[in-house]
């Protein structure tokens, strides 16, 4: 089903993108971002929102921040490892944290990729484009390299 809004592009209500993420800017940017690629958006501000969204909805990519108030986006991994391993292989994790804080967090070996805030805005876009029609890149072969 697709809907037109004022501007160019049509938003695929079909493609839906979860963004977790706890800084009210960068949530702002990321669904601008997503609205101009005709994506469409819900956001959760925190893990334990998260998991809520997760349990009730459906969602073909996970934007997901690792240090977040309440439930944190490591211990989101491990439920979704636990309870919808197959969703791993969709979730673009956005960090600014040292490399040190998740090194040995086995779940990362399963997402699309990590990305290193700040974010570089098209390859964003690129990733997550790639994440939705199921292509792995350069970036995620370069990662899953790097997974300890």
């Known amino acids: ?5 004022n501007g160019p592009s049509e938003v695929d209500v079909s493609q839906r993108v979860l963004v977790v993420e706890d800084d ?6 990321l669904d601008a971002v ?9 956001l959760a501000g925190d893990g334990r929102e998260a998991l809520r969204l997760l349990r009730e909805e459906q969602f073909d990519a996970i934007l997901l921040d690792l240090l977040l108030p309440n439930v944190n ?3 989101v991994l491990r439920d979704l490892k636990k309870n919808d391993r ?7 994790v956005m960090t600014a944290a040292a490399e040190s804080t ?6 990362l070996a399963d997402v699309h990729c990590v990305l290193r805030k700040p974010l570089d805005l098209e390859v964003l876009t690129s990733e997550i484009r790639s994440c939705l029609d199921g292509v ?3 970036a995620v072969n370069r990662w899953r390299g790097k997974v300890p």
Not at 24 to 29: E, G, S
Not at 102 to 107: A, I, N, Q
Request: proline share 0%.
């Open 1 to 5: 089903m697709l809907v037109q809004f």
């Open 34 to 42: 997503l609205q101009r690629e005709s994506i469409e958006c819900a």
């Open 102 to 107: 998740f090194r040995g967090c086995e779940e």
């Open 86 to 92: 197959a969703t791993l292989s969709r979730v673009i």
């Open 136 to 138: 792995e890149t350069a």
């Open 24 to 29: 009210r800017a960068t949530q702002q940017l």
């Open 73 to 75: 986006g490591f211990e």
